[in-house]
Structure formats: C-alpha cells, structure tokens
C-alpha cells in the first residue's frame, strides 16, 4: 500500500548521517560563493578562475590583494617590498593594537597594502595593491608610507607605477597622521612625474574618503572596475546634508566616468590587456621614437 | 561678554558678583572694597586654572566660536592693497574659498583662506566655509599664478570640511582635493599654512601642504570632526567630547606628532577676545617663517617641503615587534 510505503520513508529519515572527519575535510567551508547581485549559487573555485567576476550577471566580485597579484603580475616576477613594516598605536588609541592583530591573524597580511616590483607581459613595473580585508583597506602611517616608498622604488627604477586602490579612506584611530598621508603620497606622485613617471589608477570596491582624495585620482591615467563605489563623502552623509535622495547609480563606476572623472571603466577579465597596451605605449623614448621610423 | 563658553561660566559668574559689588558701593554708604579685593584675587586664581587647563573640547567650542576671527579679519589687518580674485575659469566662484594679491610688510604675496560667515546670511552665501570642487580649483589656480610671479603663498585654514554633496561629487570633490595635494607639493615658492579654527579633514589638507604649518593655540586640525569619529567609532554622535580626547586634535598634539611647527598663542579664552594681540602674534611667526624661507632656492624649497611630509607618521618593523633583530 502506498500508506506503508510512506511511514517506511519517514521511519529511514530518522537515521542521521555523522559525517567522518575526511569526508568534513572535503568540504571546506566556502566552497560555494552566492553571488550578491544575482543571487545565483556557484563553485567558488570557479568563480576565481574566472577572476572572481559572476559568470550569470558579470557582478565583479571583491578580489583580496593575492589574487590580484595571480591574476594581473607575471606569473613569479613578483617581489614584494617592504613587507615587514606594522602599525604602531602613535595615540594610544584603546583596543587599535588588538584590531591589527586580529587582521594580521585573518588575512596573514602586515598591513592594508602589499607594494612590490613585477612585470606585465614582460614590462617592469612597481605595482601596489590595496586589501580590503585588512581594516577596510584604511591608510595610516604604514600605507602611506609603503606607497610612498613603493612611488620611490619606480623612480629610481624608473618604471611605471600602478596602483590597485581599494579602501574606506583615511584610518580614524591614527588620526591626523593618517590625514598626512594623503599629503605624503600626492607630493611622492608629484616628484615621480616631475621625472616623467608614468601613473596607473585602478579603482576597485570601495575607493573612498581620504584614499579617493589623493592617490587614487592622480593617475595619468584613472580606471575603475564595473560597479565599484568611489566617492569621497559617504552616501549617507550626503543624504543627511541635502535631504535628497540620491540617484542609485551615484558614486559608483559608471557615474564617475559619465562626470569626467574616469578615461574608461575596465572590466577585469579585460584589465591586463589593456593596462599592458597602454605601458607598450609608453616605453621610453616618447618622441624620439619617430626617429627609428 | 556675550558668546561665553560653558567652561568659562565659573569665570563669568565670578566676574560678574565683582561688578555688582562694585555697583553697590558706588550707591551705598558701604565700603565692600576689602571683599572687592579678595574676589578679585580668587578670580585670578580661577582664571589661571581655567585657562591654562583648557581641555580638548573646550578648544573645539573656541575654534568654533561664532565670533572667532575669520580669514578675511586676518586679511585686512595683516597685508595691505588686498586685491580679492574671483572664479576658477572652469566652473564659477565658490565663495567658501577667497585669494587674492596683496602686499605683506611691503611685498608681493598671495593669500588664500576658507571663508565662513559672521551672520546666517553670509554663512548661506560662502556655504559655512565648506568649499566645493571650484573652490579648490580657485586656490590652485591662484597658487599657479603667485609660481609664475614668484612671491610667496600663505595659507588660512578654517573649514569644518570640504561639502559633502551631490554636485560637490559630481563635480569631482576628490579629484580638486587630490590634485591640490599633488600640485601644492611641486609648488616653486615658499608655501606657509596657519590653522586659524577648524582644520576639517581633507578639505583643509587641500589648502594645507606647505614648507610651514602653524596653529593657533586654540585651533583644531583632525582627520575627522570629533561628531564624525564619535558616530563612526561608537555609533554614538553625543560622544563627540570624549573623540576629541581621544583624537588629539589640538595644536599642542599636533607640534607633539610632528605635523605642525608653531603654536601661535591665543589671547585668554580665545582669538576673539582681543583681534589686535592676535594680529600681532600671527604677523610675529609669518614674517619669520617667510625670512626663514626666503633663502631656498627653487628646487630646495621642493626637497624641504617634500622631506617635511615624509617624515610625517609612526611605524615600526615586524621583527621589532615579534622581537627578532
């Protein structure tokens, strides 16, 4: 009878299956990534092959500073700089050394930027790249000081300087040490094309405050990913002030480069060719390179 | 005195029972003089305390003050021929921002300040102080020209920040600030910024890299106002007293992390209280740090202003901390 059919049914259901700890070990946790656009489920290591960008809906997914530099760097022509360099607490700010530990723990960086020399399609840059994932990517003392550095190191190398920017501004519990780092960095940029450096501005989710109010503006060339929020007063704030509300494209990508403030909105899985095009194009010798024709 | 401060209401309170002691002397037979006397002796006990242990958030209301002294107060006392230019040839005049051509001590220079108003009105038209992208473009604008004629820049800052709006954004908020910093540090003469109230965040770093920075004793300069960091650090705006302890946001913290080079010293209780001392104390530091600065040479004026900035900031190395050498 089908009546005993189903009791048997619900009678086997109340087994519970333990799993064995391999078989727990097979299925990391993340295996899966939903995407926060299209809410559509897939392989997460897929999702990385395909440089973190969804293959439904193209939302680009946040890349952390390692798969930037595997996906975008020569493959081993990396070397990084400056690594060691950590945060001190200069104003004795209560619980700020144990955040930064608690970061150092998670994401196994030092700080919220990894600066180091490499090659795209066999052309020697110095590239740094912000990582979201420690503090928001906020700039103090040390990312202020590991770009700076980095602008340095392509100066004296004299190579292209690409920066990855990715951050929520300014770090607040260093102050207005972090604010001086704006200054830092811009006056590093100025003195690096002065000398005729070549500047690479890539913004990613999210480039705003005080990291949108310096560096990642001055490019000689300015670029954003798809859908990336760039900005520099919060959404919020503005709302506050004006008491508006606020077209939804606003601050994002798309409006930036619709008010002039972007030469192109890049999307990843096309970022490496053509930041390798536009470094082809400025191999040394600019206008006595007519000579050779 | 009209715009007192809370913390200054012992003072006031005090000052007052002393005049009205006075009053009735004057219309009574009594003489009071012998307690006259000693309430004045207690009053100068009292205002030496107060005083000289302003706290952090008393100096926030101070560089706040609505009667605190503006850039255009400084302007007309410190230089003479002011010549107030207009617009930045691109967009229109932001009124937040003025500049100009004057003379200082008898020689070209150009001056350039945020701008609040005295009353509402004017408050509306220069928009509290809080310039937008044209604004910035303006002072660069002018900074460029005083290059080209080679006389020197000197700076105000007094912002609570650059305005957090729509059209400020699309017009490029973070572009106008960033390219102020970029082009300030390659700037050609010498560069000198004094905070006169509030230094608000990247909105008065805009106007702010300079081989010289001085604050007035009583001004603030901060990456974030004390409301800003309160609600942001713990969710809470009305903690905005204990972010200011907390930030160090004050000039003598500022001369301590290395940022600022002078304190300018206020008259007691604030700028306000007497604008002819401050005039003084503010012409006594610009003209050395312009004698000071006169001597470099094109390129070395650059390196100072650069290596000034570089030094800026506190890191230590990952093997210190884990303590291997």
Known sequence: MLKELFTKTTKKKKYATIPSETAKQDVPEGIMTKCPSCKKIMYTKELVKNLKVCFHCGFHHQMNSKERIDSFVDLGSFEELNNGMISGNPLDFPDYEDKLEKDRLKTNLNEAVVTGTGSIDGLNVVVAIMDASFRMGSMGSVVGEKITLAIEKADELKVPFIIFTASGGARMQEGVLSLMQMAKTSAALKRFSDHGGLIISIMTHPTTGGVSASFASLGDYNFAEPGALIGFAGRRIIEQTIREELPEDFQTSEFLLKHGQLDAVVSRSDLRETIASILEIHQPGGINRWQEI | ?325
């Open chain 2, 1 to 325: 005195m009209a715009g007192d401060l809370e913390f200054e209401k012992p003072v006031v309170e005090l000052r007052k029972k002393i005049s009205e002691l006075r009053d009735y002397t004057q219309n009574t037979d009594m003489d009071l003089s012998a307690e006259i006397e000693k309430l004045e002796a207690r009053l100068e006990k009292l205002e030496n305390e107060i005083y000289e242990n302003i706290k952090p958030w008393d100096r926030v209301q101070i560089a706040r003050h609505p009667e605190r002294p503006t850039s255009l107060d400084y302007i007309s006392k410190l230089f003479t021929d002011f010549f107030e230019c207009h617009g930045d040839r691109v967009f229109g005049d932001d009124e937040a921002i003025v500049g100009g051509i004057a003379k200082y001590h008898g020689l070209p220079v150009t001056v350039i300040g945020h701008q609040r108003g005295k009353d509402t009105k004017e408050n509306i038209r220069r928009n509290f102080g809080m310039p937008h992208p044209e604004g910035y473009r303006k002072a660069l604008r002018l900074m460029k020209q005083a290059e080209k004629f080679r006389r020197p820049i000197i700076c105000f800052i007094d912002t609570k920040g650059a305005y957090p709006g729509k059209a400020a954004e699309e017009r490029g908020q973070s572009e106008a600030i960033a390219r102020n910093l970029f082009e300030m540090a390659g700037l050609k003469v010498p560069v000198v910024c004094i905070v006169i109230g509030e230094g608000g965040s990247g909105g008065a770093l805009a106007l702010g890299v300079g081989n010289h920075i001085h604050m007035l004793e009583n001004s603030t300069y901060s990456v974030i106002s004390p409301e800003g960091a309160a609600s942001i650090l713990w969710r809470d705006a009305s903690q905005a007293k204990k972010a200011a302890e907390t930030m160090r946001i004050t000039a003598p913290d500022l001369k301590e992390l290395g940022v600022v080079d002078e304190i300018i010293p206020e008259a007691r209780g604030g700028a306000h209280r007497d604008l002819e001392k401050q005039v003084q104390a503010i012409d006594q530091t610009l003209l050395a740090s312009l004698k000071s600065l006169s001597g470099y040479s094109e390129e070395e004026i650059i390196d100072h202003r650069y290596k000034k900035y570089k030094l800026i900031g506190q890191y230590s190395s990952l093997n210190e901390y884990i303590g291997v050498n």
